[in-house]
């Protein structure tokens, strides 16, 4: 696991490696390449879990000395590939150096065969091409900067901050305020994009040109399979992966909330563990639902673990909040922002470099109401749905209040934009002087991409929100949390075999009743106790409705509509006190809504980047 900088016609400096140190304590190095009419630089940061020693240092060549790479990621099925390359004389066993090699030998499409995380760019020497790639969750970003005659791209967007001004791109914004992240390759910036997830960037020197393709493809509904058979088979991928991803050098941790992904994992990681494993898990200190520390104690017994917590406060949750944002970069609407911080901070106390987390079931299992939402769609006729609609001002919550405005909507594409809406089109208009343009398109994307009409519509959302909002969002900010303390953050349940059969499974074996992720308990049923499976779903949150509504709430608001602030230059300061308002008197949970607009705040102060 590691940070990337690489740079055609344009220097990497040791101000820009420092930069993103966190992600690489171990080691850092820049190689410089220059031909007759171009020049190239890669930069690197480590952090060492896999082969400790000079053999895993980047940047790192092939053996015939044709492709040289800066890799971040693990690729957990290395070894497999290595069989493929019996003519490599190998000088270490890091992931890195297999697929160089790898790619050396079958090409950049063979990417295809990589099971695990990563972003890298890697230079054809010969063919004067360089391409970057991320993985096909996105687990792993990479953002870049364009222009006419070179390009730059990083782990994180702070060396390309260091290297280019840029201004607030409006268009984005409005997207932001819309789905709460920006799904790639948008970014808050005018000159700067993310790649998408499973997404090859092909820039080629001779002529400056670029091309963007997929390396993902569709996955067909395998409708023959009995569910006892798709239980067996569910089983028997999940406890693959669960061992896959305990490859490393270093000792291996776990996440481990309340519910029932976390704790499945952990089940399986113990097994194959000749000590009890570290788990690690944060709390609050007030009495809240949102509360997790009581539940994670619990299964830890069960499971036999090394268990450890932090419980946090609101002044602790605030005293954290600008550098939480200064460290994810890009402004979220995701209060679990600040716990992960915590956590990870936790983890870090304890000396651990790699943890498993539990992230990743919900969007491919059927996990939010959101799915069983649509499914209603696909029940009810639409003008059933549309005598619901005046229900909208007398719902309090903000769940029920997106189906409401979204479900009587025919278009699949609009529907999905209401679904995920945190700000209305008539919000943000008030909000910005803006209307969203952008949301849309990125959403249809995904859904051509993934041929979505040709699937129900629930498992094509599914399939959208793999690839979107965990990619972007939760995905993101795990990533930007946990390296910030030099953490590797895996994801097991995002593992390429596992999710491929997922994602062709009926709708009907992730979504039965009003219970999501069926398949998921009914295998867990054999392996854990009904206490853990079947308890109310609290999420990963904080108990931020009741702290906006107290005296933290009106701090943030004084805050926000101070007029002299770069934040009033770009929005409503009124628009944003009444949103304020609305919270506090309790007519909408407006939380996520709030930490939004707080998160730009500060990053727009914090970067003066205000009209």
Request: proline fraction near 3%.
């Amino acid at each position: 696991m590691c940070g990337i900088i690489g740079a055609v016609n344009k220097s990497i400096s040791e101000e820009q490696i420092k930069s993103i140190k966190h992600r690489g304590p171990d080691a850092n190095d820049i190689f410089n390449y220059s031909d007759n009419d171009y020049s190239l630089s890669f930069g690197h940061v480590r952090l060492s879990i896999q082969d400790l020693s000079e053999a895993g240092h980047q940047p790192m060549f092939s053996e015939c000395g044709k492709f040289v790479i800066v890799f971040n990621g693990e690729i957990y099925n290395h070894f497999d590939l290595r069989i493929k390359l019996s003519g490599v004389k190998f000088k270490g066993h890091s992931d890195t150096e297999t697929i160089v090699n790898y790619i050396a030998k079958f090409g950049i499409e063979s990417i295809k065969d990589f099971n695990g995380i990563f972003a890298f760019g890697l230079f054809d020497v010969k063919n004067r091409k360089l391409f970057i790639v991320r993985d096909r969750f996105g687990v792993k970003p990479v953002y870049y900067n364009m222009w006419d005659k070179g390009i730059m791209f990083s782990s994180e967007l702070r060396p390309l901050q260091l290297a280019f001004e840029s201004k607030i791109d409006k268009d984005n914004l409005a997207s932001l305020l819309k789905l709460r992240y920006n799904a790639a390759p948008t970014t808050l910036y005018d000159n700067m994009s993310k790649l998408k997830p499973g997404h090859i960037l092909e820039y080629d020197l001779d002529n400056y040109n670029y091309e963007v393709k997929s390396f993902i493809s569709s996955v067909s509904i395998n409708k023959k399979i009995s569910f006892d058979e798709a239980v067996n088979k569910y089983g028997e991928l999940f406890e693959k992966a669960v061992k896959r991803q305990l490859l490393a050098d270093v000792e291996v941790g776990i996440l481990l909330s309340g519910g029932i992904d976390s704790a499945l994992v952990t089940y399986f990681a113990q097994k194959y563990s000749s000590k009890p494993i570290k788990t690690f898990t944060v709390g609050f200190k007030v009495d809240d639902d949102s509360d997790e520390a009581e539940d994670a104690r619990e299964s830890s017994d069960i499971l036999g673990t090394d268990h450890h917590e932090i419980l946090i406060d609101e002044t602790e949750f605030e005293s954290v909040f600008e550098k939480c944002i200064d460290i994810i970069e890009e402004p979220l609407g995701t209060t679990s922002v600040i716990p992960m911080y915590y956590l990870n901070r936790l983890v870090s106390e304890h000396g651990l470099k790699v943890v498993l987390t539990g992230q990743g079931a919900d969007e491919p299992l059927g996990g939010y109401t959101r799915y069983r939402g649509e499914m209603m769609h696909d029940k009810l006729p639409v003008g059933v749905l549309k005598l619901l609609k005046p229900f909208l001002g007398f719902v309090r919550d903000e769940t029920i209040y997106r189906a409401l405005y979204a479900l009587s909507e025919p278009d699949t594409i609009k529907r999905w934009e209401k679904i995920y809406t945190l700000f209305n089109d008539y919000e943000i208009k008030k909000l910005i002087g803006k209307e969203d343009k952008v949301s849309n398109n990125l959403i249809r994307y995904f859904y051509e991409l993934l041929n979505g009409k040709d699937k129900d519509s629930t498992n094509a959302m599914m399939s959208n929100d793999l690839r979107m909002n965990l990619s972007d969002d939760l995905l993101l900010y795990t990533d930007k949390i946990s390296m910030h303390f030099s953490i590797e953050a895996r994801v097991p349940l995002l593992d390429n075999e596992l999710i491929e059969f997922v994602e062709s499974l009926p709708v009907e074996y992730k979504i039965k009743g009003k219970e999501g992720k069926y398949i998921h308990k009914k295998f867990a049923e054999r392996v854990l106790p009904n206490e853990i499976i079947y308890r109310k779903k609290k999420g990963f949150k904080s108990p931020t409705e009741r702290w906006f509504k107290e005296g933290k709430g009106e701090m943030f608001k004084n805050m926000l509509i101070d007029n002299e602030s770069s934040f009033s230059r770009v929005f409503n300061v009124n628009e944003v006190k009444r949103i304020f308002d609305l919270h506090k008197k309790g007519i909408r949970n407006l939380e996520k809504q709030l930490f939004t607009l707080i998160s730009l705040y500060y990053l727009l102060e914090n970067k003066k980047l205000g009209e």
